[in-house]
Structure formats: structure tokens, C-alpha cells
């Protein structure tokens, strides 16, 4: 029991030590050997863990968005309708892209690498797929609950992940550019207020 | 003059060399060396007319979004409102998406270098500050023509730029995930429907 707490603790540590090597320097630059001595594991420590540093990466990313879908599920669970359930969902992204932004400098890299790296692309690519495919499925109810207009709904899902990619990639260059949160908020809505049913 | 032309001749050459090596390999992986020898000048040629590879690196982007606000700036001319121009401008939009993908894809290598480089970074945001304050500008006129509603038109010129650098990424990681093309184009309207001032 006290050896996978252990266990436990070094592969934190070896995914927190990836994350600010990564966020600091980028991907390429960032060596196994450089995540070792942040993390203070040895390389064997670390091929214990991880079979690569690509696998690392991959799995930081999936680990970061297994908690974005919770987040995302919990904050429109008890919405009354579609258009009120995306309107918190863009609140909610709008405080992530306040508070991570260390991190998201992070997804920039992924999306550099997926397009060198199969393997990258595959983990890449997949979330949008499903956040659009979701989207989607959300949009479509908001048509049948007649609070939203006959648009096609996958088109607006992907429109939606656009919006979201293009504000992290925008906050992420541009810091100081503007209140990135205040802008999710407002996008989301000027979105929302396009694909609602007229009168 | 002669010697003029074949110098601007080489000074293209060098350029379509870069655009298709960075395009293949990316920023990093290619070097003076590869783009000399695509281009078919020495060294002492590429030197001539550049003094980095990452001074050319910045002229194409620049260059490329010279001729993309010419492009803006014609196709919304004529149109008789706010909203009719912002739609003409999605089309064009479209348009470019689905023919420039391999050109595209140095976009996404600027914005990781404009990461660790401040020269790039100044050439990378710089453009995205301009539009979103010509967008601002053009949504504050429709606000005063009475087309568009009474939103910030900062915020408003912030969320299409986002909009269009996300369609952009998200076209470029996953070419096949959709018609691109469409969904720049739907995206917009949907916008400007959520811009537009009701009845």
C-alpha cells in the first residue's frame, strides 16, 4: 500500500515537472533527462512511469480534459434550456482561460507537434471530434426544445470549438491583448443570441 | 535592370523554397542549408537578400497578410451594411481556408515560435491587434447605422478574430474533419445573426 502511494506521488511529480518544463521551454527543448531533475526520479523511475516522453505528453493531455468533460457536465447539469447550459459552459471556459494559462501554453505545443506526430495527432484531434460530436448532440435538443433555430447543428458545434481553440490560442499569444475571460463570456453569448429561435 | 529582375526572381525562389520546406518539416527542422538548396542559391545569395532565416520567416507572413487585406478590403466595398460585408468577408474567409491549407499551415508554426521568440511573437500578435481593431471599428459603424446591437465592439472584433484563428487550427489538424470552407462561412453568420439588432 505505501509503495503505490509512492508510486502514486513520483508519477505526479514526474507529470507536474513535464508540465513546467514544457510550459517554460517547450516540448522539444524539454529532455527526459531535464523532467528527471525537476522531478528528482532517475531515468529508470521515469521509464516506470512512462514508456516515452510522447507518452507522457499524451497522457497530460488526456488527463487535463477527463477533467474539463466533468467540469463542463456538472456546470449545465440543472440548466432549464440548451441556450442557459452553453452560456455556462462559456462562463466556466472563461474562468479556466483566467486561471490555467501556464498550462494552456501547454496545448499550444500539442497542436504543433500533432502535426509532425501521428501519434500526437490521434490525441490531438480526437477531443475536438468529441466536444464538436457533443456540441452537436446539444444543439439538436436545443432545435427540439425549440429554443434554438434550424441550423445544422454539427456545423455549429465545430463553430463552437473554433471559437474556444481560437480564444486559448489568442490568450495564450496575447496575454495582455485584452480580459480573455470577459471575452469567452461574451463570444459565447453573441454565439448563443445567433442560433437562438427568433420571436 | 536585367540584374534587378533576376534578383527579384531568386528573392521569390528563396521564398516559395521556405514557405514549402517549413510547410513539410517545420520551422526548426529546416535550415538555410534546405532552402538554399530547394531555391538553388548559395548561401552567399540567401544572405544577400536576408539576414535570418528567421527575418524571412516573418516576411512571408507579413507578405501573405498584405495581400489578405487588400483581399478584405475589396471584397466588402460595395456592400450596402455592416452585416452584408461581414458575410462577404466570412466567404473570403471560406475561400482561403479551402485553398491555402499548405500555406496555412505556417501559421501554426509562427504562433509556436511567437511563443519562445519576441521578434516573432511582435509579427504574430501585431497582425491579430489590427484586425481586431478594424473589425472594432466596422461593428462600431454598424452599431451607429442601426444594423447591428449595442455590443462592445471590442469584445465583438476580439471574438470573430478568435473565431477565425481557431477554424484556422482546427482546419489545419484535421483537413478531413469537415468542409471547412462551410463551416468558416456558417460560423460567420451565425455571428452576425447574433450581432444583428432585433426587429
Redesign the interface.
Known sequence: MKTQMRAEQTRARIIAAAEGSIAR??Y?ATSVDDICRAAGVTKGGFYHHFPSKQALFVEILESWLSKLDVSLEEVGADAATVPERLLRMGQLGGHILNQRSGQL?IL??F??Q???DPTV?EA??AP??RY?QSLAVLIGSGIDEGTLEG??S???G??I???????I??S???PQ??DWG??VQ??V???????RR??
Chains 1, 2 share one sequence.
Open positions: 521551454q517547450g522539444d501554453r499550444l505545443e497542436w504543433v500533432a502535426a509532425h495527432w490531438a484531434t475536438f471530434r464538436q441550423v445544422d454539427r456545423v455549429a465545430q463553430a470549438v473554433s471559437l474556444g481553440v481560437g480564444l490560442l489568442q495564450l499569444l496575447d491583448g485584452s470577459h471575452v461574451e463570444s453569448r453573441v454565439l448563443v443570441d445567433g442560433l427568433r420571436g
